[in-house]
Every structure is written in structure tokens, then in C-alpha cells.
């Protein structure tokens, strides 16, 4: 497994695949201290890139997309042991890039899906996608990859990467990786590692507030009313902050109301003491449910 550093090696290195075969280059961009629902998008990147092709991972914390006092400082960091997780799951070339080497200190250009990056959690976080998208972007001009592959925990993430590169003609498949959760339902996270024990424990909520939304769905159950549920739900566990729940069109996040006609997203992000945890699931109405 090759391991670059600059962005000079990094198109040398696919400059060298390219000129030896024509097989795809597959990207899974993430910002390190791996775990196995990482482990699964490399699998899929694998699959895609097939046994000649090359899959390529990125590790850079980004700090362009962490707002003033989030977690960009305490954000968990482990080099050897995502390097080693990495030559376990057969990746090729790992991209671990400074903030240096990826910004340009007298850069003047950013890439932001305007209405999509201050919705939802660009409300509460706000400037995140536009760092997301800039830095995926970059990402994509260094590596220029067949295609990439992102969680779908980050839901509206990977619809702001969907929007930006169809909107911008990037010729890049973007395939989404389904959420791998914990055996009591936790949606696995770097971020799980800083939950106090007692917060851990509490944080399945998240996950049991999903469950009964997506039980409750095909009953005819109108979009206010599951939203209460699920927020009721959560505001039953005293140990977690609820920052926002929210029912949307699963494909074009749209806000809906009345009952279910079609597939909706549940978008939950809460916080457990200093820890923003986010998730989701994809609910269906009783026409499409079998």
C-alpha cells in the first residue's frame, strides 16, 4: 500500500496506474480513526473497482468544514491503526495530506450548493457543506477518480456531493454505503469513542426512535405526527440535547406533510455532552411496503 503525502505523489501514483491500465480508480475520502462502517465503504469500493482496478483512500481532517467550537481539536486521531485497518482491507494508496498541503493560504475559491448547504444540518452548522464541498472537490481534482464512495449516515452530505457533481459535470459515480450500526443499533461514528459511558449507553435512543418511526409509517401516520413521536422519544432521555428532527422527501429532501405517499428520510441530530451525533432512516408508506 502506497502512502502519499502530497498531492505531487498522489497524481504521480495515478498518473502511473493510468498509463498501465485503463481499470477504474475508485475514492473513499475520509477523515480518519477508521472503524468498521469505514471498512465497509472500502469493500464496496473494492467491489466496484474489481480485482485489476485501484481503491484509494483519503484521511485529512478537515478543518474547513468544523465551525468555531466544534470538535476539529478533540476530533479523534489514530495514524497507525488506520493504516494498518487500511492494508487489512486490501486499499491501495492512502492520501494524508496537511492542511497545508491542501490549502493554499492565498486561496480565494470555494464550492457551495447554495440552497442545500444552509438547510437541515447546514443550519446548525453553519459553512460545514460549503468546507465538505470544497474539500471533495479538491479531492476529486487531485485524484480525479471513476468513482467515489461515501456513507449514507451523512445523509444530506452525500446529497450536497450528488448535487455538486452532477451541477458541475464531474463525469464522477458517487455511491452511497449503507449505515453500520452497533449490536444496539448506534450508528457507528468516530465520534462514539468520546461518549462518556453513561451517554453511550444512552445515545440508542437514536436508534430506537428510528425504529418506531419506520414501524409507524405505513399506518397512515401524517409527517407532523411521526415527527413528534420521534421527538418525544428522544426528549424522554434526559442525557441527550436535541438539535433537530426532521421529515423530508428522501430523494430531493423537500419538506412534506400530511400522510406518507411516498419514501421519506427521518433526519435526527443530538448532541450527548460535548458529542454531535447525527442519523437517519429512509421510511416507507404501506403502497411500498411488501
Known amino acids: 500500500m502506497k502512502i502519499c503525502r502530497t498531492k505531487s505523489a498522489t497524481r504521480s501514483l495515478i498518473a502511473d496506474w493510468r498509463s498501465a491500465s485503463d481499470a477504474p480508480v475508485v475514492l473513499v475520502p475520509t477523515m480518519g480513526f477508521l472503524h468498521d462502517g469505514h ?7 473494492r467491489a466496484r473497482a474489481g480485482t485489476q482496478g485501484r481503491v484509494v483512500a483519503s484521511i485529512f481532517v478537515n478543518p474547513t468544514q468544523f465551525g468555531p467550537g466544534e470538535d476539529f481539536d ?3 486521531r489514530d495514524e497507525a491503526r488506520d493504516l494498518d485497518l487500511l492494508r487489512s482491507e486490501g486499499v491501495d494508496a492512502v492520501f494524508m495530506p496537511g ?5 493554499d493560504p492565498q486561496a480565494q475559491t470555494i464550492v457551495e450548493t447554495a440552497e442545500l448547504a444552509r438547510t437541515l444540518i447546514g443550519k446548525l452548522r453553519p459553512g ?3 468546507g465538505v464541498a470544497t474539500v471533495v472537490t479538491k479531492l476529486f481534482n487531485i485524484i480525479r477518480p471513476d ?16 448535487t455538486m457533481e452532477r451541477d458541475l459535470d ?25 461518549l462518556t459511558p453513561a451517554d453511550r449507553i444512552s445515545a440508542s435512543v437514536l436508534a430506537r426512535a428510528l425504529d418506531q418511526a419506520e414501524a409507524m409509517a405505513p399506518t ?6 411521526l415527527r413528534s413521536h420521534v421527538r418525544a422519544t428522544l426528549d424522554a432521555e434526559p442525557r441527550a440535547r436535541v438539535q433537530s428532527v426532521d421529515i423530508r422527501d428522501a430523494t430531493s429532501l423537500a419538506t412534506i406533510s400530511g400522510p406518507l405517499t411516498r419514501p421519506a428520510v427521518i433526519l435526527l441530530a443530538v448532541s450527548f455532552g460535548s458529542v454531535f451525533l447525527i442519523d437517519n432512516r429512509v ?7 411488501s
Request: charge should be positive; charged fraction near 20%; proline fraction near 4%.
Open 128 to 130: 460545514h457543506f460549503r
Open 220 to 225: 397512515g401516520v401524517t409527517a407532523s405526527r
Open 74 to 76: 478533540s476530533y479523534p
Open 147 to 162: 468513482a467515489a464512495v461515501f456513507g449514507e449516515k451523512d445523509y444530506q452530505q452525500l446529497a450536497v456531493i450528488r
Open 283 to 289: 421510511v416507507h408508506p404501506a403502497s411500498e411496503v
Open 39 to 45: 471498512l465497509s465503504l472500502m469493500r464496496l469500493a
Open 99 to 103: 492542511a497545508a498541503e491542501v490549502y
Open 170 to 194: 464531474m463525469g464522477i459515480e458517487i455511491i452511497g454505503g449503507p449505515i453500520q450500526r452497533e449490536a444496539d443499533g448506534l450508528a457507528m461514528s468516530s465520534r462514539n469513542v468520546r
